[in-house]
Nanobody
Framework: QAQLVESGGGLVQAGGSLRLSCAAS????????MGWFRQAPGKEREFVAS????????YYADSVKGRFTISRDNAKNSVYVQMSSLKPEDTAVYYC????????????????????WGQGTQVTVSS
């Protein structure tokens, strides 16, 4: 049974940095596109970033482009997002997700196109 477990969340001041990790098990990790989404209080879950099977291609939401970097280590079955220049509006629960289908930008931004989800990790950015 596939399982995704996020870690690394916490409280950080605006302008600070944080690195989230997601460890996968029960699936052939290198066969999945990996993504990060987030959900702020009272808002719908939104796309943050995706990374291709080998990590050679990445895709970001405009709101995080230039500040966040997604990466993966297939040997460790893990995906990461390095977040810098954090803003209070980045406060949310962050989720990692795995997608078995192809690299289609519209689908990558759509949460229902992902097969597996983690439980989430809270990130709070104070002003």
């Amino acid at each position: 049974q596939a399982q995704l477990v996020e870690s690394g969340g916490g409280l950080v001041q605006a302008g600070g940095s944080l690195r989230l990790s997601c460890a996968a098990s029960g699936l052939t990790f290198s066969s999945y596109i990996m993504g990060w989404f987030r959900q702020a209080p009272g808002k719908e879950r939104e796309f943050v970033a995706s990374i291709s099977w080998t990590g050679s291609i990445t895709y970001y939401a405009d709101s995080v482009k230039g500040r966040f970097t997604i990466s993966r280590d297939n040997a460790k079955n893990s995906v990461y997002v390095q977040m810098s220049s954090l803003k209070p509006e980045d406060t949310a629960v962050y989720y990692c997700a795995a997608r078995s289908e192809g690299w289609t930008l519209v689908a990558l931004r759509t949460e229902r196109s992902y097969n597996y989800w983690g439980q989430g990790t809270q990130v709070t950015v104070s002003s």
